[in-house]
């Protein structure tokens, strides 16, 4: 499967596994952003700014940590974040739910303007408890919407798993209820006549 049908597959699975369009806590992005580090180095001259050591970076609900982020910010005022680590992580609130979205790995970027999250080796992403994995995940927050890719450049090993894409979607309860009498069908033209006409 092409790269492109793999990402194309993965959107379609999970609309049909009954994923309505919820979106992000949309209230993070008024939000300030809040850095934590053991060593922070700021190129106001650039408008670039890099945070090693622990580094946790939060705004509203989100969360994004490794052990070195840089921010850049552009002139109209948005940022570009790059995260990397062991394993860098990422983490924010559904709006109108009580749960969150989870993704991990070897560096993750994240562009305030588009709103969206790029995971980038052994990438993996969390959402209740179905799990997206691949080599790269991209997550729009404004949509919810993840695209995931496997290298194109390597050819797939079934045996290994590398070059590939997995998916585990849990089965959901969206199944209306069954009644519990027998549903009564009665002819429209009775429904029209008055109580006792015959």
Known sequence: M???SISHAVVLLFMAMGYSP????RADRNKPVHLE???VSIDDAKQ????EGKVLLTQGTMSIQGDKIVVAQDKNGFSHGTATGEFASFRQKREGFDEYVEGYGQRIEYNTQTETVDFFGQARMIRRQD???GDH???????EIFQVQSESNQPADVASGKGRVHVTLQP?????PVPSEPVMIVPLDELSQPKGAQ
């Open 22 to 25: 919820s979106y992000a806590e």
């Open 48 to 51: 670039i700014s890099t945070f």
């Open 137 to 143: 995940i991209t997550y729009n927050s404004k949509t």
């Open 172 to 176: 959901k309860a969206n199944v209306p």
């Open 131 to 133: 799990e997206v994995r």
């Open 2 to 4: 092409k790269k492109s």
């Open 37 to 39: 580090a053991d060593h």
